[in-house]
Nanobody
Framework: VQLQASGGGLVQAGGSLRLSCAASGRTFSTYVLGWFRQAPGKEREFVASITWSGGTTNYAPSVKGRFTISRDNAKNTWYLQMNSLKPEDTAVYYC??????????????????WGQGTLVTVSS
């Protein structure tokens, strides 16, 4: 399975970006799609996840209410809409796919496949 993340860039504080992650290779009947981020000098942290059905979403407290995760199963693609961006959102964002989680999938170790990362820079 290959995951390709895109959509990062430079944006001013208060602005918006939409990240995309396209999956290719195997197909799966059930999975959880996630986004993580890693800021310079920090550990990679959970941002958001969504089940394959779209029925369950989870968000980190720091992004809840500002970010929205969604998916398009027909396109094997999922998205992270990021609004009201803050300088502290600056990081490399990674998409990930888990075959093992039923719904809540908050930890790096629960994910099986990772994209290459896309850089988001928010200027103040």
């Amino acid at each position: 399975v290959q995951l390709q993340a895109s959509g990062g860039g430079l944006v001013q504080a208060g602005g918006s970006l939409r990240l995309s992650c396209a999956a290719s290779g195997r197909t799966f009947s059930t999975y959880v799609l996630g986004w993580f981020r890693q800021a310079p000098g920090k550990e990679r942290e959970f941002v958001a996840s969504i089940t394959w059905s779209g029925g369950t979403t989870n968000y980190a407290p720091s992004v809840k209410g500002r970010f929205t995760i969604s998916r398009d199963n027909a396109k094997n693609t999922w998205y992270l809409q990021m609004n009201s961006l803050k300088p502290e959102d600056t990081a490399v964002y990674y998409c990930a796919l888990s075959l093992r989680c039923a719904s809540s999938c908050l930890f790096r170790s629960q994910y099986d496949y990772w994209g290459q990362g896309t850089l988001v820079t928010v200027s103040s």
